[in-house]
């Protein structure tokens, strides 16, 4: 449990750090646009490639990444059409409400939590190679052809990985592990260097964001489409992710927990950086972002409670 608090602790700090920033408008005007773009462009593809050539191809086909890759598609899914029947939002809109249900915070949260918590880094990895190899690529390719109105196809789709810096790390990482590369630590190290920017860029433009606006705003008319992701992520993709572990996979012990614990974790920021980067739905993925922030605590003392853990 101690884990968990602390997991969330610095996640907590950093966040404040920026909303002060921002409250002082200390980097300006454009400081959290500079910061979106840095994490977006720079940093979190260092992030992306580092972390993928460091991990172990063999869990890719692991059951846990299996878990992980039919509980995101599911809940994703399901997030979908519940948006488009009952909510009735465009298709940009659905796609990054949608994505939001299912994204965990893989990083910054999943690998303290394995640490901590689990008592293992590498069960977090199969979730993070999911969304970094297979789920980012297909969502930014999916949000890009949303927002652009382009037809999805082959071409479409190399150029988006082209285009899109994520998308060309994740594919770089997995050919060094497919071909077994061994990169020089002087070509490895200032990567690693840069990667490290990414996931505190993240929380300090999140941060900076909650004193643009008021969270959970009336007039910004995204109240329903957060509540039905908050209840998504937090309640039905950790159900969701237990009974494909259990009865699917048969797992057990350790790696049930895992599976079901990793499911729990809230929205991940690089959604939000998504968002304004193709500036659709930056205030209600902020919001999102930031109540499963807060549920995930109570998720996972309860589903730590009821696996005796």
């Not at 599976?259 to 690089?270: D, E, F, H, K």
């Amino acid at each position: 449990m101690a884990g968990v608090v602390s997991g969330f602790f610095v996640i907590a700090v950093i966040v404040t750090v920026g909303a002060f920033a921002g409250w002082c408008n200390l980097l300006g005007p454009q400081g959290r646009f500079v910061l979106n773009r840095l994490t977006y462009f720079i940093a979190g593809p260092c992030l992306v490639f580092v972390s993928l050539i460091k991990s172990d191809l063999a869990l890719v086909f692991s059951a846990n990444f299996a878990v992980a890759a039919l509980a995101g598609l599911l809940t994703t899914a399901l997030a979908a059409v519940l948006s488009i029947a009952f909510l009735k939002q465009d298709l940009p809109h659905t796609v990054i409400s949608s994505v939001s249900a299912s994204m965990v915070n893989s990083a910054n949260m999943g690998f303290p939590i394995a640490t901590y918590v689990l008592g293992d880094v590498a069960l977090a990895l199969p979730v993070a190679l999911w969304q970094m190899a297979v789920f980012t690529p297909l969502f930014q390719s999916v949000l890009h052809s949303a927002v652009s109105g382009q037809r999805p196809s082959v071409r479409a789709l190399t150029g988006t990985i082209i285009a899109n810096p994520m998308i060309a790390a994740s594919a770089a990482g997995l050919a060094v592990l497919g071909f077994d590369l061994h990169l020089p630590a002087f070509v490895i190290e200032p990567i690693d260097v840069i990667a490290g920017i990414s996931i505190p860029g993240m929380l300090l433009a999140f941060g900076m964001s909650l004193t643009a606006s008021r969270p959970f705003s009336k007039d910004a008319g995204h109240r329903a489409d957060i509540l039905l992701v908050t209840v998504l992520k937090l309640l039905v993709m950790p159900l969701i992710a237990w009974a494909l572990a259990r009865w699917a996979f048969g797992l057990a012990g350790t790696e049930l927990y895992a599976a079901v614990v990793l499911a729990a974790l809230p929205t991940a920021q690089n959604v939000y950086v998504a968002a304004a980067r193709y500036e659709v739905g930056e205030e209600m993925t902020r919001d999102i972002a930031l109540f499963t922030s807060v549920g995930t605590m109570i998720a996972l003392m309860v589903i730590a409670s009821l696996f005796g853990a």
